[in-house]
Structure formats: C-alpha cells, structure tokens
C-alpha cells in the first residue's frame, strides 16, 4: 500500500490546479470491477434466477474472479495482493486515523477498502458456487442451497452499497472522485 500524505485537522489538501495524476488502476483492474458491478445488477435485478442468462452471467462472473486471482499475483504493483494485504494493525491504524482527524491517503486500496473488496471477491466466488451447485444432479432442487445463493447474493448486495456509499464519502473527504479513477484509471499524485 502506498501512502501518500497524513491529512491536518480532517482536510485533504485542495488540488492544485492542472494537478498530476497517475496510472493506479489497470484495465483489468478496472474491467474486473465494472463486469462485476453490471453481472450484479443484472442478475440481481434484471434476470430471472436460474434460466439462461443469469447462468451465463455467472459464469462471466467466475470467469472474471479467476482472472482477478491470477492478476492479483502477476499484475501491475496495485492491482497485486501484496500491495493491499489487510492486516489487523492496518486496518485498526486507518480507523483511529478516520476517528482523530489524521487518516492518511492510499493511492491504491485502503486497508478498509481491502477488506471491503477481499470480502466481495469470497462472496462472489460463494454465489458462483453455490449457482452452479444448483445446477448439478447431486444438488438438483435443493432447497437449503437455493437459500443460501440468495443469501450470499443478498449479502452481496448489501456490501455493495456499503462499498459505493465509502467511495461517495472517501471522494468528497480526499477531494477526488474515486468512481472516476476506477473508470479512468487515474488517480491524484
């Protein structure tokens, strides 16, 4: 993780004019996270559970976490697991920098956004499995399993606007705008 600076008093410091940005999130970085944003919408808003397509959206899905595993060691410096491994201590000292005022900056995830996306990732490898263990004979009807797709996928859901509600939050404390970096790939220096 690369800190950038300690904020005074709770601010960020105001961008300067024409300020510099860099490369921080790579297209597969970023085609990862907006293919799993739209194969959530989709199938949890859009198609219906079990038919055609929210079956080939969950193989997408799968597809995508595999890439993302094998990106996470072989990729550029943030996009690898190594850059943002949570560790108690690093989520605790992003804590207490958020409660006193002095939190720093990460130009790649946070401690607590770590968490958040480590979270995801296992969420979302749960509800491709336990989708495509519905779909095999040993499981075919299940009910229990059926429940605990939805539950997963729910809890999905639930992370989900937790995570898009932080970047809103984190954008307007830093004085950047996160969701634009994540389409961009660009992020203040």
Known sequence: MTIVNSQREGHAPSPPAGETTIKVWDPIVRAFHWTVV???MLNLFVLEEGKYWHRVTGYVVATAIAVRIVWGFIGT???????FLPTRAKVMDQVLGIVDGHEKRYIGHS???????????????ATVLTGWMTTIDAFWGEKWLEELH???????????????????????????????????GRKRA
């Open 150 to 184: 939805g539950a997963i996928a729910n809890s999905i859901m639930v992370l989900a606007f937790i995570h898009a509600g932080a970047a809103v939050v984190e954008s307007l404390r830093h004085r950047e705008n996160l969701v634009w970096s994540m389409i961009t």
């Open 77 to 83: 410096r943030h996009s690898r697991f190594s850059d």
């Open 38 to 40: 739209i194969a959530c």
């Open 111 to 125: 401690p607590l956004a770590s968490v958040m996306m480590l979270s995801l990732m296992a969420l979302l490898a």
